[in-house]
């Protein structure tokens, strides 16, 4: 690696000014560096300009929504990924404000792995055409607004059928998004790198129906009926899709994995431990 974009959150000052100065470190050291902030902004329909196509790798600085907005910005593109924490919990976004230039040093001098993370290639299906698609890293959720809030959905799986949901939603998670809205409703925790889809119902009106685990290969297809009203389809928990009476989503296993690097001294476990705070009393 030795040309970097650094892409920090938006709005946040404190961001801005580590940016610049992980800037001037690397530039130091001989590394070609440069930094902006994070341009996508999902309440617009405006793309942010497309990433510099000689980067090696990008430094994220943000939380967990911050990388997910660059992920999709990097699409298909075989860009590798590492994510410094300036937010929250921060599942993806591992190394440390405290400990940036230490781990990112040892990143530099090849101390790092690469994890393979699974994306889902979700397409709205509207009167037998695709009208909306979207690659996410974490979910796609369907569900209804607060006023009326049971959705009513025939799900196949390759084309036979699974159950008739009627739910609060449905989420579908890729393993890196289990720890995420996915835990919240009851889903169970996937291994990251695992090669799986989970199905989880948000607030089944049957309480037998239980969240399942399909292999990565499964194509999943859900469809609204004719009285669907106030029905969303969010990607990410950031793209948002109106849906209409009759709709078909359909998810597959993407072609194009995201690459996120982790420092060697990573422990999946160890995060587990912390983040959700097992085994403290």
């Not at 690696?1 to 050291?29: F, P, T």
């Not at 290639?121 to 509207?126: D, F, G, I, K, Q």
């Not at 009627?166 to 409703?185: E, Q, W």
Request: one cysteine or more.
């Amino acid at each position: 690696m030795e040309r970097l974009l650094i892409i920090y959150k938006k709005g946040r000052n404190d961001a801005a000014v580590l940016a610049q100065e992980l800037v001037a470190w690397l530039n130091a050291k001989g590394y070609a560096a440069k930094a902006r902030e994070n341009l996508s902004d999902t309440k617009t329909l405006t793309p942010p300009p497309p990433l510099p196509m000689d980067a090696d790798a990008v430094v994220v600085l943000g939380g967990d929504g911050t990388l997910l907005s660059v992920a999709r910005q990097v699409a298909d593109r075989d860009i590798p990924i590492v994510g410094v924490n300036l937010g929250g919990l921060g599942f993806l976004t591992e190394i440390s404000r405290e400990h940036c230039f230490q781990d990112l040093d040892r990143v530099l001098s090849g101390a790092y792995d690469i994890e393979e993370r699974m994306r889902l290639r979700v397409a709205l299906e509207r009167q037998g055409r695709e009208v909306f698609v979207q690659t996410v890293l974490n979910d796609a959720v369907i569900n209804k607004g607060a006023l009326a809030r049971i959705v009513d959905l025939d799900t196949h799986i390759d084309g036979r059928y699974l159950t008739h949901y009627r739910a609060d939603g449905l989420i579908v998670a890729t393993p890196t998004g289990s720890t995420a809205y996915n835990l919240s409703a009851g889903g169970p925790i996937v291994y990251p790198t695992a090669q799986a889809v989970i199905l989880t119902p948000i607030c089944p009106f049957a309480l037998s129906n239980r969240p399942i685990i399909l292999p990565a290969s499964s194509r999943i297809q859900v469809q609204l009926d004719d009285k669907a009203q106030d029905v969303t389809l969010t990607c990410d928990g950031q793209v948002g899709q109106r849906l209409a009476p009759n709709d078909t989503i359909a998810v597959v296993m993407s072609p194009h994995s995201l690459k996120l690097i982790k420092p060697a001294s990573t422990d999946y476990f160890d995060i587990l431990r912390t983040k959700l705070k097992w085994g403290q009393t």
